[in-house]
């Protein structure tokens, strides 16, 4: 698990690489999901907290991926800076990647830490 560090005022990418069929038949990459979506959750002991969505907030759809066009199953979100406006600096959270396609289901998880970037 890699864990990231998430600039005040940065845009950021949430990507999941690589998405394939997960059949014993098949091995194939889906390149055609709309269930691919991703929810960000504050960290609580080292684990998501995920009783309460921190983004988008939980009255609100989770975000979705796109399927970047010519690829082998690689999905992408832009989170703006505007976007982030409800994390705290110096907190951990959890970003979580699920993929729900044709009866398959999927989740990953990265946890990464919400920081002021700059000199002093």
Known sequence: ????VIGVGN???????G???STADSTSYINSSTGVTCRVYADSGGVASTGTDVLPSSS???FGLSYLTGTNGNYRKV???TESTALTVGSWY???????????NGEWRNKFKFVRRGST
């Open 11 to 17: 845009d950021w990418m949430v990507t999941l690489s």
């Open 60 to 62: 609100t759809a989770a």
């Open 94 to 104: 959890w970003a979580i990647v699920t993929v729900a396609h044709s009866g398959s």
């Open 1 to 4: 698990m890699a864990v990231e």
């Open 79 to 81: 989170i703006g800076s």
């Open 19 to 21: 998405l394939q069929s």
